[in-house]
């Protein structure tokens, strides 16, 4: 990929090259100009503008795909972010097979945007900053390892002291508030994979 | 010239038991990790067992799994029904496209059930 760092290198590099190819040229005076209209001299001319025109698209073109490429990703990132939204919502009812059904479809969009950042090459720090999984994987783990909806339900179904019973309730209160945090870590770090590559886009 | 056939038995939860996989127990819920060991995937490694195959099973395919199923599942056949992790480790083998991280996970679940089971097994 060339940013445009190093496209300012390359044509810097082109100007010191071809005026050091120049200097002998004017130094000798090998070539002299002469302003003639001659066929060949029209055909050059003719042959040299359409290769710069030429060029200037064919570079536009390449340009153009590596921006919509990066504008898909984008997309893309806000779709795992509109997946956690969802997710959230599945945590009011409970029911496992729905929670672990949202963070499969995240999971399956987080791999996917890593597949996509490495296809298009991007360097390894921005592929790392949008890897999901693991947080994903741990806040299935919280969510339904113990979900805290069954353990709310079987403790007010069963008799216990209410010492017991508080030390549930507040366990149960304590699993949500991780959840909350790893959700909110995890939201935060799509965020910054989206300025990362956004940032990417703007070099 | 000698031919070895290497028969290999084939499990997909997402045709053969459910593709929206569900909690640890039959009393939570559909489609439990407890009725899928019992009635799915313990009789596929009995069979296993006594044909002396492979049974490989596929986990893609399905909505997703709750951690509490796949312990259940896998775990279970060490804790609850007593089966060797050695003996399961050279019939089962998984399989994911989806999700190539749950096989660490099965595998690290059925680890700790054979912990569990061997300070059982001592006990007694």
């Known amino acids: 990929m060339i940013t445009k760092f190093w496209s300012f290198v390359l044509f810097a590099a082109g100007v010191i090259v071809g005026f050091l190819i120049a200097l002998p040229v004017i130094f000798f005076g090998t070539f002299t100009y002469k302003a003639e209209f001659t066929t060949g001299n029209i055909t050059q001319a003719c042959a040299t503008i359409l290769t710069g025109i030429f060029v200037a698209a064919y570079v536009q073109r390449i340009v153009q795909a590596d921006r919509k490429e990066k504008d898909i990703l984008l997309r893309h990132f806000d779709s795992i972010l509109a997946g956690l939204e969802e997710f959230d919502e599945t945590r009011v009812n409970g029911v496992v097979t729905e929670m672990s059904a949202s963070l499969k479809r995240v999971k399956l969009a987080s791999i996917a945007a890593v597949e996509i950042l490495v296809h298009l090459k991007y360097p390894g720090d921005v592929i790392e900053q949008a890897r999901f999984e693991q947080f994903i994987n741990e806040i299935n783990d919280l969510v339904t390892g113990t979900p805290v909806k069954a353990i709310e339900e079987h403790v007010s179904k069963v008799k216990m002291s209410a010492v017991v019973k508080d030390g549930i309730s507040s366990l149960t209160s304590e699993l949500k508030l991780l959840v909350d945090m790893k959700l909110q870590q995890l939201k935060i770090r799509v965020f910054k994979a989206q300025v990362v590559v956004n940032k990417s886009l703007s070099n | ?124």
Request: negative net charge; charged residues 30%.
């Open chain 2, 1 to 124: 010239m000698t031919t070895i056939i290497f028969l290999m038995l084939f499990l997909k939860i997402a045709s053969d038991f459910t593709t929206a996989p569900g909690p640890r127990h039959i009393s939570e819920g559909k489609f439990s990790g407890e009725l899928f060991r019992r009635d799915v995937l313990l009789p596929m490694v009995r069979k296993a067992q006594s044909a002396n195959e492979v049974l490989t099973v596929d986990l893609d395919g399905t909505s997703g799994y709750a951690t509490s199923f796949l312990e259940e599942s896998f775990g279970g056949l060490i804790r609850e029904d007593d089966l060797p992790l050695e003996s399961l480790n050279s019939i089962l083998k998984f399989t994911s496209n989806e999700e190539p991280d749950l096989l660490a996970e099965i595998h690290h679940y059925m680890k700790e059930a054979e912990t569990e089971r061997k300070k059982r097994v001592g006990k007694k």
